[in-house]
């Protein structure tokens, strides 16, 4: 193979090229400045963001890697910068998100020296990262580079953090580069055990009241298809988790809502009635299950999964099928026969129509004089984008009623922080949406409370020009807390009281065109306007103060306790 | 579930930083580690840790896969003490008058099976092998005398039934992804 001999610094971007990344966000600082010299050598081919904050350019690239599928790459420097990573790295972690983060360390003679600047960052990104490694000497640097990438993306995605020490960077190497293919110890993909699948398929194919709750793993394997093939063959009523959300068109006849908390009413309730359940590409997430002593017992559970350690880790599984989902379920297909459960069916659209009465149309249409909702808001995104738009959502019941009630005909268009629950995360998540998926339109759905916490990065919009459309549902209040407290702490709001600034005016102070509604009768123009923008839009809509997201499955409780008011 | 002593067995690649990895994973789910023993195995460059723990088999189970999705982690086993030969070793360091002074030592050791590692002028070194309850018998017997130092190493441990590790290598490099 031909080699050349370049800084470490040159190769740290050619193994990016090599990779296919041409957008990377990050901050410079001074353990990674020779990797910032090249970058400025090679900016007509690898466009750097310039984040607020290193957490949103971790935010940004996970943002960037759940709209497109491709790996998010963010750059920080050493100690702070890499610190600052963090919390969206446990994010990706926990959403099994595709991220390389390279950080800038001290140089290898200063390590363990508490130099300036320096922190262990493997040592503090090791519990929330897939694979991490510091490299110490620059012919390290394309090998490592290839096995992060190949790490990040195959088998359950996940973040991947590479600390290069700055001598790494000075120093030169004969470069030449091989992608990554093969770790001994590493096997992402389980071989997948046909007897397995037939054993499924005859109990998919006896079921009397079969029910599929599908995950982020069918986005991550890009089953859609499959998955609406399956359900289509069998007539099974489908639900979805949170980052199931958008892999099957919302309005599929047999789409019937959310599982969780806040999901829908029937899949929640009927968890506790249908007698097979199938698992697919999601993990029995607490919020998804309530109390486990009373999770779906009557059901014979089917788990297909690619993470062997989810199996039977809290759910009990009748067969479990460890493989990719879309081998999984291309061989499952055919052993499929033909069915429909109408009656079984009708029983989630019977469910529907109570939650219809109790929750819905009061949330899409309040009565009573009262102030906007935040359903009727989604509702009337969904009006202007025609269920079209990426929907970009931060983390409370803003969060909820976003998945609830957006309206999506394709798949990757929901991107939130699931797992973590982290605030702050949608601002810089849209940005990197944006810029993966210009052909789209972004529009991020983030609380008062939220927006705060990384609203720096109006800055970044400024600087870059990106379209995005930013949505702030202000109801004066940390909503999904205040929630909490009503119900659970007798009224006692300690703390989530938010007193706000002038929230226009700090967009407008970012050159970004901004509008607050307060009545109803200005939310249709006002969307409409925002929607029909070439450029980025801030759009602050005051909603009713104290209302709350049901349906709700209180902390602990069966998922059939699920509770409409 | 009642809690039993489990040994759990790591074939790993012998990498900076897997330790701290695999600690975590005990860390996270406030499960102390009993014992630990790092050492190279019966295949080259491959790396075997020995970790003791007293906890239920759900939860092994749950670690153990949690430990092998580890990326330098090639398998990990878990085994119950019936299915295992496993022992401790101790190390005694005692004054050596006491070896001539008094002849019940000399009895003590006769009867523990322990051997005398090396006498100098001023102590003597007693090494035992065995299970922790020899040990332990052994510590009650010699404290009387006084001990100046005791330790003893993290158990190692070999299954009964094969650990078929060079065949799964094997198999991982014939079906590669």
Same mark, same amino acid.
């Given at each position: 193979?031909?080699?050349?001999?370049?800084?470490?610094?040159?190769?740290?971007?050619?193994?990016?090229?090599?990779?296919?990344?041409?957008?990377?966000?990050?901050?410079?600082?001074?353990?990674?400045?020779?990797?910032?010299?090249?970058?400025?050598?090679? *900016?007509?081919?690898?466009?750097?963001?310039?984040?607020?904050h290193e957490q949103g350019a971790a935010h940004?690239?996970q943002?960037?890697?759940?709209?497109?599928?491709?790996?998010?790459?963010?750059?920080?420097?050493?100690?702070?910068?890499?610190t600052n990573l963090v919390t969206g790295i446990a994010d990706a972690q926990i959403?099994?998100?595709?991220?390389?983060?390279?950080?800038?360390?001290?140089?290898?003679?200063?390590?363990?020296?508490?130099?300036?600047?320096?922190?262990?960052?493997?040592?503090i990104s090791?519990?929330v990262?897939?694979?991490?490694?510091?490299?110490?000497?620059?012919?390290?640097?394309?090998?490592?580079?290839?096995?992060?990438?190949?790490?990040?993306?195959?088998?359950?995605?996940?973040p991947?953090?590479?600390?290069?020490?700055?001598?790494?960077?000075?120093?030169?190497?004969?470069?030449?580069?091989?992608?990554?293919?093969?770790?001994?110890?590493?096997?992402?993909?389980?071989?997948?055990?046909?007897?397995?699948?037939?054993?499924?398929?005859?109990?998919?194919?006896?079921?009397?009241?079969?029910?599929?709750?599908?995950?982020?793993?069918?986005?991550?394997? *890009?089953?859609?298809? *499959?998955?609406?093939?399956?359900?289509?063959?069998?007539?099974?009523?489908?639900?979805? %988790?949170?980052?199931?959300?958008?892999?099957?068109?919302?309005?599929?006849?047999?789409?019937?809502?959310?599982?969780?908390?806040?999901?829908?009413?029937?899949?929640?309730?009927?968890?506790?009635?249908?007698?097979?359940?199938?698992?697919?590409?999601?993990?029995?997430?607490?919020?998804?299950?309530?109390?486990?002593?009373?999770?779906?017992?009557?059901?014979?559970?089917?788990?297909?999964?690619? +993470?062997?350690?989810?199996?039977?880790?809290?759910?009990?599984?009748?067969?479990?099928?460890?493989?990719?989902?879309?081998?999984?379920?291309?061989?499952?297909?055919?052993?499929?026969?033909?069915?429909?459960?109408?009656?079984?069916?009708?029983?989630?659209?019977?469910?529907?129509?109570?939650?219809?009465?109790?929750?819905?149309?009061?949330?899409?249409?309040?009565?009573?004089?009262?102030?906007?909702?935040?359903?009727?808001?989604?509702?009337?995104?969904?009006?202007?984008?025609?269920? +079209?738009?990426?929907?970009?959502?931060?983390?409370? *019941?803003?969060?909820?009623?976003?998945?609830?009630?957006?309206?999506?005909?394709?798949?990757?268009?929901?991107?939130?922080s699931?797992?973590l629950g982290t605030m702050g995360f949608?601002?810089p998540?849209?940005?990197?949406?944006?810029?993966?998926?210009? +052909?789209?339109?972004?529009?991020?759905?983030?609380?008062?409370?939220?927006?705060?916490m990384n609203?720096?990065?109006?800055? %970044?919009?400024?600087?870059?020009?990106?379209?995005?459309?930013?949505?702030?549902?202000?109801?004066?209040?940390?909503?999904?807390?205040?929630?909490?407290?009503?119900?659970?702490?007798?009224?006692?709001?300690?703390?989530?009281?938010?007193?706000?600034?002038?929230?226009?005016?700090?967009?407008?102070?970012?050159?970004?065109?901004?509008?607050?509604?307060?009545?109803?009768?200005?939310?249709?123009?006002?969307?409409?306007?925002?929607?029909?923008?070439?450029?980025?839009?801030?759009?602050?809509?005051?909603?009713?103060?104290?209302?709350?997201?049901?349906?709700?499955?209180?902390?602990?409780?069966?998922?059939? +306790?699920?509770?409409?008011? | 579930?009642?809690?039993?002593?489990?040994?759990?067995?790591?074939?790993?690649?012998?990498?900076?930083?897997?330790?701290?990895?695999?600690?975590?994973?005990?860390?996270?789910?406030?499960?102390?580690?009993?014992?630990?023993?790092?050492?190279?195995?019966?295949?080259?460059?491959?790396?075997?840790?020995?970790?003791?723990?007293?906890?239920?088999?759900?939860?092994?189970?749950?670690?153990?896969?949690?430990?092998?999705?580890?990326?330098?982690?090639?398998?990990?086993?878990?085994?119950?003490?019936?299915?295992?030969?496993?022992?401790?070793?101790?190390?005694?360091?005692?004054?050596?008058?006491?070896?001539?002074?008094?002849?019940?030592?000399?009895?003590?050791?006769?009867?523990?099976? !322990?051997?005398?590692?090396?006498?100098?002028?001023?102590?003597?070194?007693?090494?035992?092998?065995?299970?922790?309850?020899?040990?332990?018998?052994?510590?009650?017997?010699?404290?009387?005398?006084?001990?100046?130092?005791?330790?003893?190493?993290?158990?190692?441990?070999? !299954?009964?039934?094969?650990?078929?590790?060079?065949?799964?290598?094997?198999?991982?490099?014939?079906?590669?992804?």
């Amino acid at each position: 193979m031909e080699t050349t001999k370049i800084s470490g610094a040159e190769a740290v971007i050619r193994c990016l090229l090599e990779e296919g990344a041409d957008l990377v966000y990050g901050y410079p600082g001074g353990a990674i400045m020779p990797v910032y010299d090249e970058l400025y050598k090679f *900016q007509d081919k690898l466009h750097h963001v310039l984040v607020r904050h290193e957490q949103g350019a971790a935010h940004a690239a996970q943002g960037f890697a759940r709209a497109t599928g491709k790996v998010g790459v963010c750059i920080a420097t050493s100690g702070p910068g890499a610190t600052n990573l963090v919390t969206g790295i446990a994010d990706a972690q926990i959403d099994s998100t595709p991220l390389v983060c390279i950080t800038g360390q001290v140089g290898k003679h200063l390590l363990g020296s508490d130099a300036f600047q320096e922190t262990d960052i493997i040592g503090i990104s090791t519990p929330v990262t897939k694979w991490n490694y510091q490299i110490t000497e620059a012919h390290e640097i394309p090998e490592i580079m290839a096995k992060a990438f190949y790490i990040a993306r195959s088998g359950r995605p996940g973040p991947v953090l590479i600390d290069i020490t700055k001598n790494a960077q000075f120093d030169t190497l004969d470069f030449s580069y091989k992608k990554c293919t093969d770790i001994r110890s590493y096997h992402p993909k389980p071989i997948l055990n046909k007897d397995k699948v037939k054993e499924a398929a005859e109990i998919i194919n006896k079921a009397k009241k079969p029910f599929i709750i599908f995950g982020q793993g069918i986005v991550l394997s *890009q089953a859609e298809e *499959q998955l609406k093939a399956l359900i289509e063959k069998a007539g099974i009523p489908a639900a979805w %988790t949170i980052l199931g959300l958008s892999a099957l068109p919302t309005d599929h006849e047999l789409n019937v809502g959310m599982v969780g908390m806040h999901g829908n009413y029937g899949p929640n309730m009927l968890t506790n009635e249908c007698d097979v359940l199938i698992a697919l590409g999601m993990r029995f997430d607490d919020r998804v299950t309530g109390n486990l002593q009373t999770y779906a017992k009557q059901a014979k559970v089917l788990h297909f999964e690619i +993470d062997a350690a989810e199996v039977d880790k809290n759910v009990k599984t009748e067969v479990a099928v460890l493989a990719d989902l879309k081998d999984a379920l291309t061989e499952l297909l055919p052993l499929i026969e033909k069915n429909s459960h109408t009656e079984w069916h009708n029983e989630f659209k019977r469910h529907y129509d109570i939650e219809l009465d109790a929750v819905i149309n009061e949330e899409l249409a309040p009565t009573n004089g009262k102030g906007i909702s935040m359903g009727e808001t989604i509702e009337m995104i969904n009006k202007h984008s025609n269920g +079209d738009a990426i929907m970009v959502s931060d983390v409370g *019941q803003h969060q909820m009623f976003t998945c609830r009630y957006s309206k999506f005909n394709t798949t990757k268009s929901n991107v939130t922080s699931g797992g973590l629950g982290t605030m702050g995360f949608a601002l810089p998540a849209a940005i990197g949406a944006k810029m993966g998926r210009p +052909d789209r339109e972004v529009v991020a759905i983030i609380g008062d409370g939220g927006f705060q916490m990384n609203i720096q990065e109006l800055g %970044t919009i400024n600087q870059t020009k990106v379209p995005v459309k930013i949505v702030v549902l202000n109801n004066e209040f940390l909503g999904m807390v205040r929630q909490w407290q009503e119900l659970f702490f007798d009224n006692r709001y300690a703390s989530t009281v938010m007193v706000n600034p002038n929230f226009c005016a700090i967009a407008e102070g970012y050159y970004i065109k901004a509008r607050k509604v307060t009545k109803r009768e200005e939310l249709d123009e006002a969307v409409a306007e925002m929607m029909a923008s070439k450029d980025a839009y801030f759009l602050e809509v005051m909603v009713e103060k104290e209302n709350n997201v049901f349906p709700m499955i209180p902390t602990g409780a069966s998922v059939s +306790d699920i509770r409409l008011r | 579930m009642e809690n039993k002593t489990f040994t759990i067995s790591v074939y790993s690649e012998n990498n900076v930083g897997l330790l701290n990895r695999i600690s975590g994973i005990f860390l996270k789910r406030h499960i102390n580690i009993l014992s630990l023993n790092v050492s190279e195995s019966e295949i080259e460059n491959v790396s075997r840790f020995i970790i003791v723990v007293d906890t239920t088999e759900k939860w092994v189970q749950n670690i153990v896969g949690q430990i092998e999705k580890q990326i330098e982690v090639i398998k990990a086993f878990y085994h119950v003490d019936d299915e295992t030969i496993f022992l401790e070793n101790a190390l005694f360091k005692i004054e050596s008058g006491l070896l001539f002074d008094e002849r019940q030592i000399q009895n003590i050791i006769k009867e523990s099976n !322990s051997e005398i590692v090396t006498v100098s002028r001023k102590f003597f070194v007693i090494s035992k092998s065995g299970r922790r309850s020899e040990i332990t018998e052994l510590h009650a017997k010699l404290k009387p005398f006084g001990i100046m130092q005791f330790v003893r190493s993290g158990r190692i441990s070999v !299954s009964k039934e094969p650990m078929e590790i060079s065949t799964l290598l094997q198999e991982l490099n014939i079906n590669k992804y």
